[in-house]
């Protein structure tokens, strides 16, 4: 079946902007999370979603990061006044929460460049 | 906390010869192990994961990994290696605390697998 979907693949932007990312997961997979990959900080986490709340908000790095999931399935990641220091590419996984066998399944990422 | 490290930059190989790509934890408690492949512009791709039982795993394209409590490594190891294999691996170990299973990643290893 179809993986984790995110658009746009690449997303070139001015600093100060603002962008939406966008994750489509795994049909039927309940759980969704949010890293970001980039070079001084290697891969990081953001948010996680179980449905449509979001009971982990802990790696999101200032308040101009922000998400939300509707209908329990595609999630937008909304970052407000790009920085430079935002430049990184954005990855979505998602998962079946199966207790303690959990894998999660990662999508191809948004490269983000801000100008 | 949760953390696994990966000694490693870069690690070089001929095709044909064994790898062993290095990675070391540290946890509280039981740990969950995983192994991901990263290809160039691409997402992170499941290889493999630990969570009890037998101490080698094996998981996709004939990569294996080996749990070894007493030295707290989860080596990713391939008998025979291809010019195929080469790409970024990051080893991660799953967060025990919160509400959340987000993954804590490593700094991730560079293959290179000469032909």
């Known amino acids: 079946g179809a993986g984790v979907s995110q658009s746009p693949s690449n997303k070139v932007t001015e600093k100060g902007k603002d962008v939406e990312l966008r994750c489509d997961p795994i049909?039927?997979?309940?759980?969704l999370y949010w890293y970001r990959q980039s070079l001084g900080q290697g891969l990081e986490f953001l948010i996680y979603?179980?449905?449509?709340?979001?009971?982990?908000k802990s790696g999101l790095p200032s308040d101009r990061f922000s998400a939300e999931r509707t209908g329990g399935s595609v999630s937008t990641l909304t970052i407000q006044r790009t920085q430079q220091e935002d430049s990184a590419v954005y990855l979505c996984?998602?998962?079946?929460?199966?207790?303690?066998?959990?894998?999660?399944?990662f999508g191809p990422g948004t490269r983000l460049l801000v100008l | 906390a949760q953390s696994v490290a990966q000694p490693e930059d870069q690690v070089n190989v001929a095709e044909g010869n064994p790898l062993t790509v290095k990675c070391t934890y540290s946890?509280?408690?039981?740990?969950?192990l995983f192994w991901y492949v990263q290809y160039p512009n691409r997402g992170l791709q499941f290889l493999l994961k630990?969570?009890?039982?037998?101490?080698l795993v094996k998981g996709s394209y004939g990569f294996e990994a080996e749990f070894n409590k007493s030295q707290t490594s989860f080596h990713l190891k391939k008998p025979s290696a291809l010019v195929s294999d080469s790409a970024l691996y990051f080893c991660?170990?799953?967060?025990?605390?919160?509400?959340?299973?987000?993954?804590?990643f490593g700094t991730g290893t560079l293959l290179a697998v000469q032909p």
């Open positions: 991660a170990v799953r967060d025990r605390g919160g509400a959340t299973n987000k993954l804590i």
């Open positions: 979603f179980q449905g449509n709340s979001a009971p982990d």
């Open positions: 996984a998602s998962s079946l929460v199966q207790g303690v066998q959990e894998t999660q399944y």
């Open positions: 049909s039927g997979h309940t759980a």
């Open positions: 630990y969570i009890t039982g037998d101490n």
């Open positions: 946890v509280s408690g039981n740990p969950y």
